[in-house]
C-alpha cells in the first residue's frame, strides 16, 4: 500500500520546508519575539518540530487509525469494562460554550447552571440507586471506592470505633483490595460457594466488631446475583458493618432492582460502564459514590445546595474534605446527565432487562461450544471456563487472539480469578441481535479451529498489524521511547 | 493433571508450594506445576533476610505475564536466606521449578498440617 507508512514517525517522515498551509498575509504589523519575550526565557535552539504537508499528517492519523480496533469499528465482547457505545450526542453537549468557557474558581453565583446540572445529578443517581446523598467528586470508580471508604471510615471513627478490616470476596475486582488497603484497612478474603456466590457462612464467621465494611459486586464478577444479599446485609449490620456495593455491574440492575433497597449503605457508580460517558484512555473519568443518610454528613466536599433555586457550595464540618480539585470531572458529568434525560424513567427502565436478555441469548448460541463454571441463570454476563481448551494444547489467551483476526475486540480473559483459563464476556444492552449472531458465529468458527487446525489458533493473530508480542520481554524489557537522531 | 514433575523427597501445599525441611531450616518454591499455570514469569517480589513470616501469610510474590500470585509460608518462622539470583531471572523458575527455591525459613512452630508427601500432592493435581 503506498500510504500505508505508519511505521514510520512523523519526525521520521519530516521534510524541511514542508508546511501545512501557505505564507500567511499579515493585516497588522509584525513584531519580532525579541521585543516581547525577554532574551533569558526564549529558547537558544529552535524546536524540533515534524515539517510535513497537511495531507500527509491526516493520511498518517487516518492509517494509523484503521490499525486500531475501537468502536466505532467493531465489536467488543466485554463491554462494559473495555469500550461500549455512547451516544455521539453526549459529546456535542458537552462541548457547549456555556460549559467549556467555565472556570472552576468563578463565584458560584456565576456558575449556577453547571451547579445546578450537578445537584439534578447527584439526584438522579440517587433515584435510581436507592442511596440518600451522592458525591460526583471522586475522578473514576476505583478513586469512588477509595472515597467511600474514607467515608466509611470517618462514620465509625465519628462513633468512637477504630475498626480496622475490611471483608472481600475472592471473586471481586482487584481494585477492591487496593482502595482498602489505601484507606488504612486490612483486608480480609471471603470465600465463594461452589454456585459462585458468596460463602454467606464464611463471611459470617469473619464478621465481628472489628469489620468495618463488607465490599461486594452485586451481580458478581461471574455474572451471578447475590441473591442471599439481604440475609448478607442483615448479618452485616447486626454488627455494626457497613455494606459496600461495587457498583461496576450497575447495568444489570437499572430498571429492576436498586442497591439502596436490597440493604447496601454506601455504593460507587462507573458512569462510562452504567450511563455512556467515554472509556479508557485514563481519563477524565467519573466514579460518583452514593450513600444512606447516616453518612451523608462525611461526603467530600463541596458540597452543592439548592436554596429554594438559589445553589450555593457547602463545607460541613464533617466532611472526609475535597477528594478531587473543584467539582470532579465536570464535563463527564454532563455527558452521563444527558443520557439520563434522553433514556427517561421508560428507557432506564429497559436497561438492566436488555443487557441480561443479551447475555443470556449469546450464551445459549454458544455453550455448546464452551460453557461456564457455575451454573446461572445469568445476569448481564457470563464466565466462560476455558480450561477444555488445554487438553489441545492451547489457552485461553491464545483463544483470544484468534479471535481478534476476526475483526472484534478479544474478551477479558483470565478473570475473575475464580474461574480457570477464564473468559468473560459482556455483550452489553447496547448491541443488537445482528452483531451477537455474528459473534456467536464467530466464537463457534474459532472453537472448531482449535479441535481442527490448533496450530492456527496457536499462532494467532494472523490478519493483524501486529503478530504475537513476546510478552514476557514486554513486562521486563519495555522500551517506550525511539530514538530522535 | 499429566506432565508435571514431583519429586518423591519433599513435601507439598495445597496452594502449590514445595518444602525441603533440613532440621528446623525448610527451604519453599513453587511446584512445576505451579509454573505451568502461572505461565512466562517475569518477576519475583521476594521477602527480606530477617523478616518475621506467619503461616499461611505471603512469603513472596510470583509476577507471570498473565497474573500475580503469592506465595504462601508454609510455618511460622525468620526468613534466613533468599535467592538473590531469582531478581535478575525469574524465568529459572519455568525452567527448572526444584532448582529455582525462593527462601530458607527457620521455623520456630509446626508445619503446616495441610502439608501431604509427592503421593499426596500427585492427587490434588
Known sequence: MLHDDTGRTLFEKSRPGQRGTGEIEWDVP???????????????????????????????????????????????????????????????????????????????????????????????????????????????????????????????????????????????HGTNPASAAIAGFECVTVKSAPDGRTDVEDLKSKLGPDVAAFMITNPNTVGIFETRVEEICAACHAVGTQVYMDGANLNALVGITRPGDLGFDVMHFNLHKTFTTPHGGGGPGCGPIGVKSHLSAFLPSPRVENH???????????????????????????????????????????????????????????????????????????????????????????????????????????????????????????????????????FLEVLRECKESPETVHSAPHNLPLKRVDDVKAAKDLILTHPFE | ??????????????SHEWVRIDGDVITVGITDHAQHELGDIVFVELPEVGQKVEQGKGLAVIEAVKTVADVYAPADGEVVEVNAALADSAGSINADAYASWIAKIKISGPLSAELVDAAGYKALL
Open chain 1, 308 to 442: 429554594e433555586g438559589k445553589f450555593t457550595l457547602a463545607k460541613p464540618a464533617t466532611s472526609i474534605g475535597p477528594v478531587h480539585g473543584a467539582f470532579g470531572n465536570f464535563l463527564i458529568m454532563v455527558r452521563a446527565y444527558a443520557y439520563i434525560l434522553a433514556m427517561g424513567p421508560e428507557g432506564l427502565a429497559n436497561v438492566g432487562h436488555t443487557a441480561v436478555l443479551n447475555a443470556n441469548y449469546l450464551y445459549a448460541k454458544i455453550k455448546e461450544g464452551m460453557s461456564c463454571k457455575f451454573d446461572g441463570p445469568y445476569m448481564h454476563e457470563f464466565v466462560l471456563d476455558g480450561s477444555p481448551l488445554k487438553a489441545l494444547g492451547l489457552h485461553t489467551s491464545d483463544f483470544a487472539k484468534r479471535l481478534m483476526d476476526f475483526g472484534v475486540y478479544a474478551p477479558t480473559i483470565y478473570f475473575p480469578l475464580i474461574v480457570p483459563e477464564a473468559m468473560m464476556i459482556e455483550p452489553t444492552e447496547t448491541e443488537s441481535r445482528e452483531t451477537l449472531d455474528r459473534f456467536a458465529e464467530i
Open chain 2, 1 to 14: 493433571m499429566s506432565g508435571s514433575i514431583v519429586p518423591e523427597d519433599l513435601k507439598y501445599a495445597p
Open chain 1, 30 to 172: 509584525r513584531v519580532g519575539l525579541d521585543t516581547l519575550v525577554p532574551a533569558k526565557f526564549r529558547r537558544k535552539k529552535a524546536p524540533r518540530l515534524p515539517e510535513l504537508s497537511e495531507g500527509e499528517v491526516v493520511r498518517h492519523f487516518v492509517n494509523l487509525s484503521t490499525k486500531n480496533h475501537h468502536i466505532d469499528k467493531g465489536f467488543y465482547p466485554l463491554g462494559s469494562c473495555t469500550m461500549k457505545y455512547n451516544p455521539k450526542v453526549n459529546e456535542s453537549l458537552a462541548r457547549l460554550a456555556g460549559f467549556t468557557t467555565l472556570h472552576p474558581l468563578q463565584p458560584a453565583e456565576t456558575i449556577q447552571g453547571a451547579l445546578e446540572l450537578m445537584w439534578r445529578l447527584e439526584r438522579m443517581l440517587g433515584e435510581i440507586s436507592g442511596m440518600d446523598s451522592v458525591s460526583l467528586q471522586p475522578a473514576a470508580g476505583a478513586h469512588g471506592e477509595l472515597t467511600a471508604l474514607l467515608v466509611v471510615r470517618a462514620y465509625h471513627l465519628s462513633r468512637g470505633e477504630d475498626r480496622r478490616k475490611v471483608l472481600i470476596p475472592d471473586s471481586a
